[in-house]
């Protein structure tokens, strides 16, 4: 498949940026899933890091490559993030959490020097909004969230594992997956939602990434904010 190539092509180019001695924040998806097994690989020939994982499934395999990890407690600046993204928009504002990682990843991330966004090019969009917006709230207040996402102009979708039961995050809160259409402007919507009671976080991710390395054809584009 052709995203496959991109997503492992990117993926790949995202391992090269990081250094001996790096605390290193590892992203969740199938295409971080690439720069995980490419700093594995890395690390197998001599390459001295040490990982702090945004999931439960990341910290899995950086432990079945042989990525040595800590946690934020340890270590809470992190040097290099790697991670993907759901959507990219040309001011590197992202979509994130349709892994259901988007809390993690935002804190990893906001603890992070330099944040680089890995992906295939289907994810760059000229506005962001075509992916419904992951917001994850806790179980408590899901009804009264969801009136208030639908008053800022969403609908907002429970996600459900494939038994349709309530899926939930590795911090046991569900996520509401919200479509918005085009956001016209990222930095008032990511407030607003910031300012209703109940919700955790929300994929918006907004001045973070400084770097997206995006897997074309043939080439890896390198897009700076
Ligand atoms: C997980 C994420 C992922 O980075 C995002 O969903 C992109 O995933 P993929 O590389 O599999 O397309 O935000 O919470």
Do not use: W
């Amino acid at each position: 498949m052709a995203n496959e190539g991109e997503k492992e092509a990117a993926g790949r180019a995202g391992a090269t940026l990081v250094r001996d001695g790096d605390v290193v924040g590892l992203g969740t998806g199938s295409t971080a899933y690439f720069a995980v097994v490419a700093l594995g690989e890395r690390v197998k020939a001599g390459l001295k890091i040490i990982g702090i994982p945004t999931s439960v499934q990341t910290a899995d395999l950086a432990r079945a490559v042989g990525i040595p990890l800590t946690t934020l407690d340890e270590h809470p600046e992190i040097d290099i993030t790697i991670d993907g993204a759901d959507e990219v928009d040309p001011q590197l504002r992202l979509i994130k959490g349709g892994g259901g990682a988007l809390l993690r990843e935002k804190v990893v991330a906001s603890a992070s020097k330099k944040v680089i966004v890995v992906a295939d090019s289907a994810k760059i969009v000229p506005v962001l909004g075509k992916f419904p917006l992951p917001v994850e709230v806790i179980s408590f207040a899901r009804t009264v969230v969801e009136k208030k996402i639908v008053a800022l102009g969403a609908l907002p979708k429970l996600r459900t594992k494939p038994d349709g039961s309530p899926y939930l995050t590795d911090n046991g809160n569900p996520i509401l997956d919200c479509s918005f259409g085009e956001i016209d402007d990222p930095p008032a919507l990511a407030l607003a939602l910031s300012n209703i009671p109940g919700i955790v976080e929300h994929g918006l991710f907004i001045g973070l990434a400084k770097l997206a390395l995006i897997g074309k054809e043939s080439f890896v584009e390198e897009i700076r904010a």
